[in-house]
């Protein structure tokens, strides 16, 4: 996160002066309680002691996720936020790739080559978002692009073919974070909107559902054969019985249907899940079940979820994996993935998970 006013000077005009500088763009709400509806809900013991947001010092970040919890590799996913405006927007988008360089992957604060950053890209403004994705993919340090999932309509429309033309031309993993805009309701069941926050903890996976099957039955990964999406966030257990359903639905409709293979092929293939939020039934077998009918080697990608209050320790995730896969998802599909080196710096003190 920027530091109070960091991220002002970064937003191109006329937008800094026109929309931002009125709307305090970077002023967050610092109250954080974790039971409230609209709270960051951030580790109480990641606010930095100078009073700025939950991971706004870099080194304080490095000592939390790096030394202390054993993380080798960060994929630092900033604030995304909505404006309404798409144009808003896309110039938010513009000013937080520009400090991210700046004040986190620049050679001062990456000078241990841990962390990687995020093209932000919005989704809503294609153009906007392949400049950004043209801009910064030679970076070496961005890893993946980042979208969101909220903006209508589904990803399976071909206004966003772009943006995927883009990514796979560069070869670059687009990641969806669960954003949570001022301006967005989500998720929009059949049978209104929520009523209150533990109602949208419950459902918000419905969005990721709906944009796993438009991706899929509207063709975007025939069309865009070597497209890889990351879900962040969004939780997993749910893709299983998705996936029955799907190919279900696939047999009986294959004549209706312009695809070319099985529907869970294309998500074995082409999408992965990160681990946060870990569903942890009362019966730990279920879980285990569940990690072995959806193989989970495949799909699932460790993540901690810092610097929130639900933060997943590796040391203590890992215990919960399937012995066979916790190398595979705890960071082999991660270096495949974001085609991340083998080998980092050691440095000295580290905890060490394997």
């Avoid at 919890?69 to 960060?74: M, N």
Wanted: net charge negative; with cysteine.
């Amino acid at each position: 996160m920027p530091r109070r006013g960091e991220l002002v000077e970064y937003i191109p005009e006329p937008w800094r002066s026109k929309y931002f500088l009125s709307h305090r763009v970077g002023e967050q709400i610092y109250y954080d309680a974790p039971d409230y509806a609209h709270a960051y809900a951030m580790r109480v013991d990641a606010f930095p002691p100078d009073g700025e947001f939950a991971c706004s010092d870099p080194d304080m970040a490095l000592r939390q996720l790096i030394m202390e919890a054993g993380s080798d590799i960060a994929i630092l996913e900033p604030t995304h936020s909505e404006h309404r405006l798409g144009e808003a927007t896309a110039a938010y988008c513009t000013a937080v790739n520009e400090w991210l360089a700046d004040n986190w992957l620049d050679s001062h604060n990456n000078w241990h080559q841990r962390w990687r950053g995020s093209i932000c890209a919005a989704i809503e403004e294609p153009q906007s978002a392949v400049a950004e994705i043209e801009k910064w993919a030679g970076h070496p340090y961005m890893a993946q692009i980042l979208i969101k999932a909220e903006p209508r309509p589904s990803w399976g429309d071909p206004k966003y073919d772009p943006i995927w033309a883009a990514a796979t031309k560069h070869d670059i993993v687009v990641s969806c974070h669960l954003s949570r805009g001022e301006f967005e309701t989500l998720p929009l069941p059949p049978v209104g909107l929520p009523s209150y926050n533990h109602d949208f903890m419950v459902t918000y996976s419905l969005l990721a559902a709906n944009q796993v099957m438009s991706l899929i039955f509207d063709g975007v990964f025939d069309r865009f054969p070597t497209l890889r999406i990351v879900f962040v966030e969004h939780a997993f257990t749910w893709i299983l019985p998705l996936m029955w359903r799907m190919d279900a639905i696939y047999e009986r409709r294959k004549s209706w249907l312009n695809i070319k293979r099985k529907p869970s092929e294309y998500v074995k293939d082409h999408i992965k899940f990160t681990t946060q939020p870990l569903d942890y039934p009362e019966d730990k077998t279920e879980l285990s079940r569940a990690f072995e009918w959806m193989e989970c080697e495949k799909i699932l990608l460790f993540s901690s979820d810092y610097p929130h209050w639900t933060f997943d320790d590796p040391r203590w995730l890992v215990k919960h994996l399937p012995e066979h896969a916790r190398e595979a998802i705890m960071f082999r599909n991660g270096l495949k993935t974001y085609k991340l080196p083998d080998t980092v710096p050691v440095l000295e003190g580290q905890v060490r998970v394997f």
